[in-house]
């Protein structure tokens, strides 16, 4: 059984920065690659970053490019978003998953793992 808890989301002004991470509890050889999405208000759940399980490859929403940073520490089992310049456009709740195939998707269907998420809130 997998499962991923994340945590970091809040309020913050525009311009700022959150670091969001995702702990995860699997048995070995049940999960690979993780990703973040993210869902705002009646608008659908959107690809934020990717990486592959050793960290090598990783991939990007085009809106978050040079200012999202995602990352892994296999040793502690968490994944992180490191989020900086935040907009008000960033709001949304983010969710953190997980896939038992070591790819690098902005599908959310190739992921099987899901957590509850986080809200993160951007005021102008």
Request: hydrophobic letters at 35%; charged letters at 20%.
């Amino acid at each position: 059984q997998v499962q991923l808890v994340e945590s970091g989301g809040g309020l913050v002004q525009s311009g700022d920065s959150l670091r969001l991470s995702c702990a995860a509890s699997y048995r070995a050889g049940s999960m690979y690659s993780m990703g973040w999405f993210r869902q705002a208000p009646g608008k659908e759940r959107e690809f934020v970053a990717a990486i592959s399980w050793d960290g090598g490859t990783t991939d990007y929403a085009d809106s978050v490019k040079g200012r999202f940073t995602i990352s892994r520490d296999n040793a502690k089992n968490t994944a992180y978003l490191q989020m900086n310049s935040l907009k008000p456009e960033d709001t949304a709740v983010y969710y953190c998953a997980g896939s038992r195939w070591d790819l690098v998707s902005a599908i959310p269907t190739l992921y099987e793992y899901w957590g509850q998420g986080t809200q993160v809130t951007v005021s102008s």
